[in-house]
């Protein structure tokens, strides 16, 4: 990532314990745990019921438009996957949070053909037979669920996992890079035409598929420009 200058810190969260949580919006119903000194997050609902069991849980602050999202995550059991949402906002440029939004209870279309635009990335992807054999991260835009890039998942199955996996999200501009521990995933440029403008600020937040249970710690995001600018 050595294009990108990093800036200061804007927004530190060990996710240590229940107070770190405070302010956190959970959309569906789910377990929020601190079993071991880190975010643990698992369904409450019967993975048999599909979307209506999975959820997001959204941290509170708005972020501007170009900064770097880092985080550590724990793979605890699988099937199922992760999704980090990240400039999230209204479709009309309001607060993800504004009252004169639709309902949100973590069923998947409600996050990409509801009232908000938003990027996503899905990753440790382990739910059907086909993405458990073939591992990728997904990268889509939405409104709608346009898929803009993908790449290669190195994070193994849970039996053979080291974790912590240090993931990092970086948007500046149109410009969008993901790695795990360092290893460049893809690196997308947004033209602002063909999935409609480039988006800027906005929320950040964390979507499990059920059964996955998962576990977070350091959220960290800082400012980030490219380098000669």
Request: charged letters at 25%; a negative charge.
């Amino acid at each position: 990532m050595s294009s990108f200058n990093f800036g200061d810190i804007i927004y530190r969260n060990s996710l240590a314990a229940e107070s770190d949580a405070d302010g956190f919006r959970l959309e569906g119903e789910a377990s929020i745990s601190f079993p071991n000194g880190r975010l643990r997050m698992e369904n409450l609902r019967d993975p048999a019921e599909g979307q209506k069991s999975n959820f997001v849980f959204w941290c509170p602050e708005t972020f501007p438009a170009n900064v770097s999202i880092e985080w550590e995550f724990w793979p605890v059991q699988e099937p199922g996957l992760c999704i980090l949402f990240f400039a999230a906002t209204g479709r009309n440029g309001e607060d993800l949070f504004d009252s004169s939004l639709a309902e949100r209870t973590g069923e998947y279309r409600q996050y990409h053909h509801g009232d908000i635009n938003a990027l996503h990335v899905s990753y440790f992807r382990r739910r059907w037979p086909e993405e458990r054999a073939f591992h990728t991260c997904n990268l889509r835009k939405s409104y709608g669920f346009h898929m803009v890039t993908q790449g290669a998942d190195p994070i193994p199955p849970v039996p053979d996992a080291t974790p912590p996996y240090r993931i990092q999200m970086i948007k500046c501009g149109a410009e969008v890079a993901f790695s795990i521990n360092e290893l460049p995933i893809f690196n997308w440029r947004d033209d602002g035409i063909s999935y409609g403008p480039v988006l800027g600020g906005g929320k950040i937040g964390l979507r499990q598929m059920a059964p996955l249970v998962g576990e977070y710690a350091n959220l960290v995001v800082r400012r980030v420009s490219r380098e000669g600018k």
